[in-house]
């Protein structure tokens, strides 16, 4: 009962503009000064910061094909996107100094967005705790979010995004994760505003380049149908889905459509998507194919390769109807999944997930491993440079020094995404129970995870 | 998974963690300290095996016979020096010397910029060196006549511009006569390039930037018009004298490298079949090789060769190899009195069995190990053996930044007495309601929030402190050439305003902790517990890197700091904790270490005085060589210290010296008061 008149005053939620011009200041100085530094062109071929895909060295290498009349696909060198290599041609004719202002602007334009993101959440965490208040216990009255407390988590997750090492230190590198990042956010704004039309181009564009994000439709398909149901409850939901899967898939043949017309050709599928998806590349990152595939019988390939793919986009359906009421917190939850299973990560693809881990503040108290995840990620973040220059400058570390390295980091993100959702998982929890729920023997309980 | 998922076991351990922690430090660093030094004991290493089979070192029948060739060019040699004995390298004599056997003869000419005098060659030269090096390498290339010069192996000499000692003219008469040897036989299916260096190190780096096309602005090279293919291996040879009674074989490289085991097994194996000794570090091999006695034997062999490595400068030629994948050592000739003695005969058989087993090479080195300690030459303790006690020892910063974590955010008057929580809290809260305790406006909200439960520690403090450390640590790294430039302004002698940059900020920083305490930053016992925490995690990641890279300055650098940095804790005896604090910096550690190294080698004592002088004058040069090396040859052991061992070790000492919350020491006063 006392929960009622809660339900009434709604917490406000007010971001505090405060110190964001400091954030913005201090990130595009770190990035202008080590862009000039003579640092730079030692990030640009730093496995750990360009992969494959995203490596600014392969994508002058393009560019210079395309100069030559030559289509960048044919040869096993370039694997970015059409659309993607145009932008860059273009920006090349014009004027080469445009490149690293560019670099520059999408990462400032991605920390803007993920400032909008926690901005658009943290309002939806508060709107939907309104509306559930009535059904949670009332002795969790001190769980709620207030929007005191939410205040601050856009500035937050700027800052974690513009002032991260890792950010920095790719943005100066010139890969094009910032680029991959961009989209994603973008995919992600779209999402929780709930446009459809708007929801479903970004997602298209996000799997367009990064490819994975393709299996974020289906948390935006449950979300944008959960909110028609909220606004008209006889909307069937079902339809709604479908609604937003034909929209996706519309979207998405038009930009394949697109990047076909660059070349009059389909030969950029097989290098980019397919390149994503079959791994050919073996050479080392900081993912966790390019050992196995090293070490594997050429005959068992296509089977692991199928394995390490599912592995990668197979966890969205148990979390699906795990987290059917929550698909903002799923679609966050596959942010940092694909990026510790994709075929060639980096180590900007995990600070996106990073900055966009304050608006899940509220739920840290439950979590159980984030010493331990801390300790692991700065291990292997010092280590890895350190073990790749003794194996490949020095000879006398070998493979599985590095692989060791990189193992642990994926353990890490993969704690933390676990650890992150039970700690989410218990909060709800205890919202319904109250934070010290008994047994029948008036025990306190204690909360498993087997 | 269990410990992670099952909060049963998880309480369980955490609280041993908690209750025992003291007594599981103790028992983990003393553990490990003891298990490391038994390494040193025979039952503990194992014997030194060949892993490559195809060296086939046994199959090696000595032909060489040409040994008065080399007494003849050596007393040559030694005559055109003491002719001209301030001169350059005689370059025309030595290229006519290997024309003269028919060999592919080129030379190279080299300008090495300095950016401040270097120290240790102007000791060795007794006048100031000055800030440009002009130098000349020779070599001469026996090409392979069974294969197309894909292959190759270096025996490299330095011709040294000592003005009273020999100039290393024995190693060249070596060298040709082994010349004039190799080139009557036709089993050589790699090159043989005979390299004839122009001053040590910087002649050295000179040949190997422009031989593997890498360029360092600093060094400036005309290019090498001989080539052979890749080198596989590489000999240096240093002789004292005509007759030697052991070789000295010197391994250590650059920033603490190793050549594979296999290589030093090859050269110890050989000398042992003509029947010359071998030392490691001027420390001959104990007999009987049970016992007490060779045990301390093994031990100081093992501590000199760590106290070398560590320093990450190569003690001898060969470690300018390493850097670029290729295996060498150093063998030194030293003639010790009153011991038998050895001419160039069976120096030569050695050399001509080392190179023909390296001739039987099918693959690079890569079979054997790359990351050893050796107690003694035949005796070896590989990776797999050193690093558990090593991790042992890091289990102590582990164990305690564990029990720490713990404890923030518990009311429980554990470590540091935490009776002050309840005072701090209610304090905490006057305060932050009317918005006084917060030192910066933006985390006023989290704060807030944070002192409701159990004021944990404040999370955002950490920033300011590590950025001041890590701006200390930088202004540290870069300020000896800065200060070497505005010296040069001034008119200080280089070496002043080198060592005043060195040493500036480390005495400067001292004080750091005063400005800290003056900000009013938010500093409970839990904050506290949190910055240390913080600061234990950073320095077990820093050890375990340097150790990864470095092992001897990894484990030196561990066995002191840590068990000093775990018990550090605000407030009590701050004198002695500030003592072993001191004892325990980077400039500490560094007397430590020499005065260890002293102890080790220096068989007279003098007295204090003239021993601590003595000290001084080694740290000095020590810093001195420390600092240049990572300018010439790109060391990175100043560095190192400076970006991340200093700036940990000053956030260890501003904790020492935090004090807790004022308002606290002001509220206690005011209860005894009234």
């Not at chain 1, 694997?79 to 690293?100: A, Q, R």
């Not at chain 2, 080299?110 to 950016?115: E, S, V």
């Not at chain 2, 192996?153 to 009273?164: E, F, G, R, T």
């Not at chain 2, 068989?603 to 021993?611: D, K, L, R």
């Amino acid at each position: 009962m006392s929960a009622e008149p809660r339900a009434e005053q709604r917490p406000q939620f007010r971001p505090v503009p405060k110190a964001l011009k400091y954030i913005f200041g201090l990130g595009l100085g770190a990035r202008a000064v080590l862009m000039s530094s003579h640092l730079a062109g030692w990030l640009q071929d730093r496995l750990e910061l360009a992969s494959p895909v995203t490596s600014w060295t392969r994508m002058t290498e393009g560019l210079s094909l395309l100069d030559h009349g030559i289509s960048p696909y044919e040869g096993d060198m370039f694997h970015e996107t059409p659309l993607v290599l145009m932008l860059f041609y273009c920006l090349s004719k014009i004027w080469g100094g445009l490149i690293p202002i560019f670099f520059l602007l999408v990462d400032l334009v991605t920390g803007c967005l993920v400032h909008e993101v926690g901005t658009n959440v943290c309002r939806h965490l508060l709107e939907k705790q309104g509306r559930h208040v009535k059904s949670y216990s009332t002795d969790s009255l001190s769980l709620l979010l207030t929007g005191k407390q939410l205040n601050s988590v856009p500035r937050l997750m700027l800052g974690a995004y513009l002032l991260n090492p890792l950010t920095i230190a790719s943005c100066a590198a010139y890969s094009t994760t910032g680029l991959h990042n961009l989209v994603i956010a973008g995919a992600l704004l779209a999402a929780v505003q709930g446009n459809r039309l708007l929801a479903t181009l970004a997602t298209a564009v996000a799997s367009y380049q990064c490819v994975y994000p393709e299996i974020f439709i289906i948390p935006v398909a449950m979300y944008i149908a959960q909110r028609e149901q909220q606004v008209n409850p006889k909307e069937d939901y079902v339809t709604s889905v479908l609604h937003t899967l034909l929209s996706y898939a519309l979207w998405l043949s038009s930009l394949l459509f697109l990047s076909f017309l660059c070349f009059l050709s389909w030969d950029f599928f097989s290098a980019t998507v397919g390149f994503v998806m079959l791994a050919p590349d073996l050479t080392p990152n900081m993912g966790l194919f390019w050992y196995f595939f090293t070490e594997m019988f050429e005959h068992f390939r296509i089977f692991f390769l199928c394995v390490f793919q599912l592995n990668a986009v197979f966890y969205v359906i148990p979390l699906a109807v795990k987290l059917r009421d929550h698909p903002m917190f799923h679609l966050h939850l596959l942010v940092g999944l694909t990026a510790v299973f994709k075929s060639y990560p980096t180590f900007g693809d995990a600070a996106l997930f990073l900055s966009l881990l304050p608006v899940w503040g509220h739920c840290f108290k439950y979590m159980r491993n984030l010493f331990l995840v801390v300790c692991m990620w700065l291990y292997s973040i010092v280590l890895a440079p350190v073990l790749w220059h003794l194996w490949i400058y020095y000879g006398s570390a070998n493979a599985n020094f590095f692989y060791a390295v990189t193992l642990a980091y994926a353990t890490a993100q993969i704690f933390l995404l676990t650890d992150l959702l039970y700690a989410f998982l218990r909060r709800e929890f205890h919202l319904r129970h109250g934070p010290a729920p008994k047994e029948g023997q008036g025990m306190p309980i204690l909360m498993n995870l087997k | 998974m269990g410990l992670l998922s099952d909060p049963k076991s998880r309480e369980r351990f955490s609280r041993i963690a908690a209750k025992y922690n003291s007594p599981l430090c103790v028992l983990a660093y003393v553990v490990g300290v003891v298990w490391f030094l038994a390494l040193a004991y025979k039952p503990f290493n194992h014997r030194t095996y060949f892993s490559e089979n195809a060296l086939l070192p046994g199959l090696v029948e000595g032909k060489f016979r040409t040994e008065n060739v080399a007494t003849r060019i050596s007393q040559a040699m030694k005559d055109i020096k003491d002719v001209n004995k301030d001169g350059p390298m005689p370059v025309a004599w030595i290229v006519n010397q290997f024309r003269g056997l028919g060999l592919d003869t080129y030379t190279q000419e080299y300008i090495q910029t300095i950016p401040v005098p270097s120290a240790r060659q102007s000791e060795e030269q007794g006048k100031e060196m000055f800030v440009q090096l002009n130098g000349t390498n020779v070599y001469a290339i026996l090409r392979a006549p069974r294969t197309a010069s894909t292959e190759a192996i270096v025996l490299s000499a330095p011709y040294k511009h000592y003005l009273n000692m020999d100039h290393n003219n024995h190693a060249f008469g070596l060298m040709i006569a082994l010349a004039s040897h190799f080139r009557k036989s036709s089993y050589w299916s790699k090159d043989i390039i005979f390299l004839l260096v122009d001053y040590d190190e910087i002649g050295m780096e000179a040949w190997l930037q422009e031989y593997h096309y890498t360029k360092s602005p600093l060094l400036k090279s005309s290019p090498l018009h001989g080539r052979s293919g890749s080198i596989q291996a590489a000999i240096n040879l240093e002789l004292h004298s005509d007759q030697v009674s052991h070789f000295n074989v010197k391994l250590e490289g650059l920033n603490g490298l190793l050549p594979n085991l296999d290589l030093v097994n090859l050269v110890v194996q050989l000398c042992g079949r003509e029947r010359i000794t071998v030392k490691l570090h001027q420390q001959r091999d104990p007999f009987p090789s049970e016992g007490w006695p060779a045990f301390q034997q093994n031990l100081k062999t093992m501590s000199l060769m760590m106290l070398h490595q560590a320093t990450g400068m190569p003690n001898g030629l060969h470690g300018l190899f390493l850097r670029y994948h290729i295996e060498a050592v150093t063998l030194e000739g030293v003639l010790e009195p009153g011991r038998s003695s050895t001419g160039f005969y069976r120096m030569g058989r050695v050399l001509e069995g080392v190179f023909r087993s390296l001739n039987n090479l099918l693959e690079r080195f890569h079979q054997s190990f790359f990351f050893y300690l050796l107690p003694a030459s035949d005796r070896y303790v590989s990776i797999g053996m050193y690093m558990p006690p090593f991790g042992l020892i890091l289990l102590v910063t582990a164990l305690k930044a564990i029990a720490l974590y713990i404890s923030i955010g518990t009311p429980d008057p554990d470590p540091w007495d935490g009776a002050e929580n309840v005072v701090i809290e209610h304090i905490q809260s006057r305060k932050t309601g009317d918005g006084q305790g917060d030192n910066t406006d933006s985390k006023r909200g989290v704060t807030k929030i944070r002192t409701q439960n159990y004021s944990d520690g404040d999370v955002w403090s950490l920033v300011p402190v590590v950025s001041c450390c890590q701006v200390a640590g930088f202004i540290a790294s870069i300020s000896p050439m800065v200060m070497t430039g505005l010296g040069h302004l001034f008119g200080t002698r280089p070496y002043q305003a080198l060592i005043t940059g060195a040493t500036g900020m480390f005495f400067a920083s001292l004080f750091m902790p005063k400005c800290i305490t003056r900000n009013r930053l938010a500093c409970t016992v839990n904050t506290l517990r949190l910055w240390k925490c913080a600061a234990l995690v950073l320095q077990a990641i820093i050890l375990a890197a340097t150790a990864a890279a470095n092992f001897s300055l990894g484990m030196l650098l561990a066995v002191t700091m840590v068990p000093v940095c775990a018990m550090v804790r605000p407030g009590k005896l701050r004198f002695l904790q500030a003592v072993l604090m001191l004892l325990v910096s980077p400039l500490g550690l560094l007397i430590i270490y020499t005065g260890l190294y002293l102890l080790l080698t220096e068989t007279e004592y003098h007295g204090v005085v003239p021993s601590a002088m003595h000290l001084c004058t080694i740290v000095y040069y020590n810093i001195l060589s420390g600092v240049i090396h990572g300018y010439v040859l790109g060391t990175w052991q100043y560095t190192l210290l400076a970006l991340a061992v200093f700036p940990n070790w000053l956030f260890f000492w501003c904790i020492v010296f935090k004090k807790r919350d004022v308002p606290v020491v002001e509220n206690k006063e005011e209860k005894k008061t009234s």
